[in-house]
């Protein structure tokens, strides 16, 4: 089955600096790779997905990167605020109707410092 | 509360009671998924269901029984559970759009306590 690597498990930045949470996946037939935020007890919320057909997608802010042959993909948050402080978990899932079987990573605790 | 709903949020049992979990989703989705997610673990994929069929039993122990009854309604029954059950159990739900892409709606979860 799919396995999904998230590094690193905690990164701290700095106000207005920019953050990179990476990921790795096995399964080279997985094609939908949407990343969650998690704010501390509340419940996932997709920030931004992309799919294998793309290269990159950018929505204000937030931008998310996949490499289909090194088989990862980034997300990349400019200009962090202080409420960007989540824990944000990448997943990739194959597409096909029937449910969306979503493989998650471990989750990575972003804490912007002001 | 709108979207996705669970009862109870928190529950506390022992590992011979029988409780069961409820989720509803008031979004017309087709797609429903159980969750368990654990400190310092990813969240698991417990089951899948599509159209009251269930798609997906992720290697999940038989002590949790799923049951769909229609496209809204999610319960997770629980039985002779185990103190390393204590979990956050999560809810979601989605449309399942196929090859379109699929935003999965999450509920607030159900804290449990397995004593």
């Known amino acids: 089955g799919e396995n999904v690597e998230q590094h690193p498990s905690t990164l701290s930045v700095q106000e207005g600096d920019s953050a990179v949470i990476k990921c790795t996946y096995s399964?080279?037939?997985?094609?939908?790779f949407p990343w969650y935020k998690q704010e501390l007890g509340k419940r996932p919320q997709l920030i931004i997905d992309?799919?294998?057909?793309?290269g990159e997608k950018k929505d204000q802010r937030i931008a998310v990167t996949l490499n289909k042959t090194a088989k990862h993909f980034s997300l990349h948050i400019t200009e962090t605020q202080p409420e960007d402080s989540a824990v944000y978990f990448c997943?990739?899932?194959?597409?096909?109707?029937?449910?969306?079987?979503?493989?998650f990573g471990t989750g990575t605790q972003l804490k912007v410092e002001l | 509360e709108t979207g996705v709903t669970q009862t109870p949020r928190h529950l506390v049992m022992g590992m011979t009671n029988k409780k069961s979990l409820k989720c509803e989703q008031h979004?017309?989705?087709?797609?429903m998924y159980w969750y368990k997610q654990s400190a310092k673990k990813p969240l698991e994929l417990m089951f899948v269901y599509n159209f009251k069929e269930q798609t997906e039993n992720n290697s999940v122990p038989s002590r949790f029984s799923p049951e769909c009854p229609n496209s809204s309604h999610l319960f997770l029954h629980l039985h002779t559970l185990q103190p390393e059950d204590s979990a956050l159990y999560l809810c979601?739900?989605?449309?399942?759009?196929?090859?379109?892409?699929?935003?999965?709606?999450f509920g607030p979860g159900t804290r449990l306590t397995v004593l």
């Open positions: 997943a990739a899932s194959i597409l096909t109707g029937g449910g969306n079987k979503l493989t």
């Open positions: 979601a739900s989605s449309q399942d759009r196929g090859l379109a892409g699929d935003e999965q709606f």
């Open positions: 399964d080279s037939a997985s094609n939908y």
């Open positions: 979004l017309g989705h087709n797609a």
């Open positions: 992309i799919r294998s057909n793309v």
